[in-house]
């Protein structure tokens, strides 16, 4: 359990189960599919006992290393990546948020200083091409979702003959704000430099690039593609169980719409990622279901590359503020989460470790837990700093490879659907990216260290 008071929510979902801890080991030992009774005994390390058991908790991350290993093998991954966000404006209000900006902050007649930012298609692209040109392979692309942002002028049209518009579809016209942010189809098209690969529109935007309209996901997704878009990141699910959503996102998409807009995506032929943001007011019950949500998803479409876990960083955010959580997830938890994750979904190769959220530390110890991803070198990050983290924006090559060997484990350098592997010899240094559409190995950030970074 984290740090909220999980009676005072009323929960229907309490980690309550007919299974026992050793069944449960035993079934994810031998490869057995587990279900989320034995989900639940794994994550908890048995319901039989208060609190996390230390010998069984070190049974369940050997049994996801073991896995980890047999799945995908010792090779660590990671991608030479940006991070592009468009914009901060987002009226969605979700409680563990402090990267959006209340969006009527940005229109032309407020003289407010609310410290975000919206970039015009102009801006994204230059901002994406120095990073190009740099060498990485993938920008991804995520943003609050600004009144004004259409999928493509079609979009636009629409939303415009629409009586009511602000009221009805939360659109307002781009001559309202100080900056034009464009359409969705823009900024796609924008950020597209020399074939750099596009990762942006979760189901939240694409559920916004469809307001107002009748268009189906998958149609949408079309649409973004076209645009340039060549897969999805799969947040916005935060915990994927309609309880837990109606207290810390309720004016988000639901469970079944945000399942309905990964379907959209992989049936318009994109690889998606799967995230869970854990570590607030959730139960370790409700953690299990979303994993079962997932692993359903995955049975039907298998378009997911990796499962991103998300801990929630709860510093600057209302959640926080306003006493519904004390703290984040534990180190403990964190493990057990990665650990489970590993073992529940059978069916997702990949399992990211976030330096991000994690830090170097704890991020390099859960890839003895079952993850096999590190992630990205994103040159930039807003959600997780603006929530009060202080992990840092950027790890260059020499980092990864300095932190992967370090662990025993063989750094390779990733494309973003993980087909395009390659292996990097830590003798042969300074080191760089090989993937991008201009990498030539010359090192992303030429010895540069993320000061926020230090040694954590
Ligand atoms: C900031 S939103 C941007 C994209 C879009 N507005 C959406 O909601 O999908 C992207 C994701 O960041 C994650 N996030 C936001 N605040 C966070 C926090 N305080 N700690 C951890 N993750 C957070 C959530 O999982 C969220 O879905
Ligand atoms: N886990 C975090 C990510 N993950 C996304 C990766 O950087 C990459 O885009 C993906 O693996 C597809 O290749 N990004 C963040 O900015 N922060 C995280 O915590
Ligand atoms: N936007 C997420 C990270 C993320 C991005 C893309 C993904 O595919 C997955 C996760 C965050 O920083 O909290
Ligand atoms: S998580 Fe996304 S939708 Fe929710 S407030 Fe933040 S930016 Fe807006």
């Known amino acids: 359990m984290t740090g909220a008071a999980h009676d005072d929510f009323g929960f229907d979902h309490v980690p309550e ?18 279900t989320v009774d034995d989900g639940v005994e794994l994550i908890t390390t048995g319901t039989d006992r208060e609190g996390i058991d230390a ?40 409680l563990f948020c402090n990267f959006k900006n209340t969006a009527h902050l940005f229109e032309s007649d407020s003289d407010a200083d609310h410290g975000g930012f919206t970039k015009t298609p102009a801006e994204s692209r230059d901002i994406v091409a120095d990073a190009v040109e740099m060498g990485i392979y993938e920008v991804t692309s995520v943003s609050g979702l600004h009144p004004a942002l259409v999928l493509d002028e079609e979009h636009r049209e629409i939303l415009e003959s629409s009586d009511n518009p602000a009221a009805e579809v939360n659109y307002k016209p781009p001559e309202a704000y100080d900056t034009d942010p464009a359409s969705y189809a823009e900024q796609l098209s924008a950020m597209s430099v020399d074939g750099a690969h596009v990762h942006s529109m979760t189901p939240e935007e694409a559920s916004h690039a469809k307001r107002g309209t009748d268009w189906t996901y998958e149609e949408v ?17 935060e915990i ?31 690889d998606v990622t799967a995230t869970i943001m854990y570590g607030h007011v959730e139960t370790e019950k409700h953690r299990v279901l979303h994993l079962d949500v997932i692993r359903d998803l995955q049975d039907r479409y298998g378009g997911i590359t990796e499962f991103v876990p998300l801990s929630f960083i ?7 503020d306003r006493g519904l ?33 994690f830090g170097n530390a704890k991020a390099l110890k859960l890839l003895n837990c079952g993850a096999d991803d590190l992630m990205g070198t994103i040159l930039s990050e807003e ?31 990733r494309s973003t659907d993980y087909r395009t592997r390659r292996p990097i010899d830590p003798d042969d240094g300074p080191h760089g990216p090989m993937l991008g559409p201009r990498a030539d190995g010359t090192p992303l950030l030429d010895g540069r260290r993320d000061p926020a970074t230090a040694d954590d």
């Open 325 to 357: 959580v004390t703290g984040g997830a534990s180190d403990d938890e964190d493990e057990l989460l990665v650990a489970v994750s590993r073992l529940y979904l059978d069916n997702v190769e990949h399992i990211q470790s976030s330096w991000v959220k």
């Open 383 to 413: 959600i997780t700093k603006r929530a009060g983290g202080g992990f840092g924006e950027f790890r260059s090559f020499d980092d990864y490879v300095d932190m992967i060997t370090a662990i025993g484990r063989r750094p390779v350098e």
């Open 240 to 270: 994927l169980v309609p309880e837990v959503r109606e207290v810390i996102c309720p004016g988000k998409i639901g469970t079944d719409e945000w399942v309905a807009g990964m379907e959209g995506a992989m049936k318009a032929g994109l």
């Open 17 to 34: 189960t007919d299974q026992s801890f050793e069944n449960a080991l035993a079934k994810a030992r031998a490869g057995e599919r587990l």
């Open 55 to 94: 010998a069984r908790k070190e049974l369940v991350l050997e049994a996801a290393d073991r896995r980890r290993a047999e799945m995908v093998g010792d090779d660590v991954t990671f991608v030479a990546n940006l991070n592009n966000n468009v914009t901060t404006a987002c009226n969605t209000g979700c």
């Open 221 to 237: 997704y079309r649409r973004l593609a076209d645009a340039g878009l060549d897969s999805a990141p799969g947040t916005a699910a």
């Open 314 to 320: 709860h510093q600057n955010t209302p959640l926080y």
